[in-house]
Nanobody, 125 residues
Framework: QVTLVESGGGLVQAGGSLRLSCAAS????????MGWFRQAPGKGRKFVGG????????KYIDSVKGRFTISRDNAKNTVYLQMNSLKAEDTAVYYC??????????????????WGQGTQVTVSS
């Protein structure tokens, strides 16, 4: 059973930084496309960005481009979300997810079949 566990969330002031980590169990992490999603209070869960299996291709939503960076370390079975210049509107529960069968980094939630439990990020203005 493969599991994903996020960590690194917390409370930060606007303009600050946080790095989220998502650790995967199992030996096939390197075969998965990995995505980050977020769910703001009272809103649906939305795609933030994703990374290909080798880490050479990343995709982001426009609102985080230039501020967020997704990377992965396949030797450590971990994907990261580095968040800089945080804004109040980045406040959300952040989830990592794995696309175990996909080709290409997708933004649709339906492509991701394995999810972490989420970690809260709160940005104070």
């Amino acid at each position: 059973q493969v599991t994903l566990v996020e960590s690194g969330g917390g409370l930060v002031q606007a303009g600050g930084s946080l790095r989220l980590s998502c650790a995967a169990s199992g030996r096939t992490f390197r075969a998965y496309i990995m995505g980050w999603f977020r769910q703001a209070p009272g809103k649906g869960r939305k795609f933030v960005g994703g990374v290909s299996q080798t880490g050479d291709i990343t995709k982001y939503i426009d609102s985080v481009k230039g501020r967020f960076t997704i990377s992965r370390d396949n030797a450590k079975n971990t994907v990261y979300l580095q968040m800089n210049s945080l804004k109040a509107e980045d406040t959300a529960v952040y989830y990592c997810a794995a696309d175990r069968l996909g080709i290409g980094v997708a933004s649709s939630q339906s492509r991701y079949d394995l999810w972490g439990q989420g970690t809260q990020v709160t940005v104070s203005s």
